[in-house]
């Protein structure tokens, strides 16, 4: 039931892009994108519903495909302040608790 | 607004002990969760309180695990005894309501030893 997510790890200089994927076989009501740096706390960054809507943080924004099933969430212009560990967490129609992927390492340098 | 905290930040005990660990979730959460991630592992559901009722405990590993949240404010999860395989990080979290951000505290370290 976990979400997949792909790709384990990036690695980027600053002012680079980059895409990290979240793929449920369960049909989804929302996906929740956090980042944790490491020994604090997960910290969310957006919540996306059902309906394929588009978010944006600063320049990190995300995308939900209900029909696939898919989010991706998409770092654009990295800065250093973006490296940690991205999770995505889903959650399953009338179903409060989210399941999280195994998450994506993003180090960003200079 | 003061986040959700979780006391104590890091705990080492013995196997066979009891260790209980203390979630304070944002003020007027309603919602409140409780996760685990053992190393290695995904971060996993354990439950879910709406106020002081257990909504959703299909979580939890077994028996050996009590999770409270008297008067609807505070939780604790108490693990008793404690194994080996008890050992992870566990996270609290709280939100507002259903559907809504999960906002997590720092995390409990639990080494079984």
């Known amino acids: 039931q976990q979400p997949v997510q792909s790709p384990q790890a990036v690695i980027l200089r600053e002012g680079e892009d980059a895409v990290i994927n979240c793929s449920s076989s369960k049909a989804l009501y929302s996906v929740h994108w956090y980042r944790q740096k490491h020994g604090e706390a997960p910290v969310f960054l957006m919540i996306?519903?059902?309906?394929?809507e588009q978010k944006g943080h600063e320049k990190i924004s995300a995308s939900f495909n209900e029909k696939k099933q898919q989010s991706s969430l998409y770092l654009t212009a990295s800065q250093l302040s973006y490296s940690g560990t991205y999770f995505c967490?889903?959650?399953?129609?009338?179903?409060?608790?989210?399941?999280f992927g195994a998450g994506t390492t993003v180090t960003v340098r200079a | 607004e003061a986040g959700v905290t979780q006391f104590p930040s890091h705990s080492v005990i013995e196997k066979g002990q009891t260790v209980t660990l203390r979630c304070d979730p944002i003020s007027g959460h309603d919602n409140l969760y409780w996760y685990r991630r053992v190393m290695g592992k995904e971060i996993k559901f354990l439950l879910h309180?709406?106020?002081?009722?257990?909504?959703?405990e299909s979580g939890m590993p077994n028996n050996r695990f009590l999770a409270e949240r008297t008067g609807g404010t505070y939780s604790t999860l108490k693990v008793q005894p404690a194994e080996l395989e008890d050992s992870g990080v566990y996270f609290c979290?709280?939100?507002?309501?259903?559907?809504?951000?999960?906002?997590f505290g720092d995390g409990t370290r639990l080494s079984i030893l």
């Open positions: 979290a709280s939100s507002p309501g259903g559907n809504q951000p999960q906002h």
């Open positions: 309180f709406v106020k002081e009722s257990k909504q959703d």
């Open positions: 967490g889903t959650e399953i129609v009338n179903d409060y608790k989210l399941s």
């Open positions: 996306l519903l059902k309906g394929g």
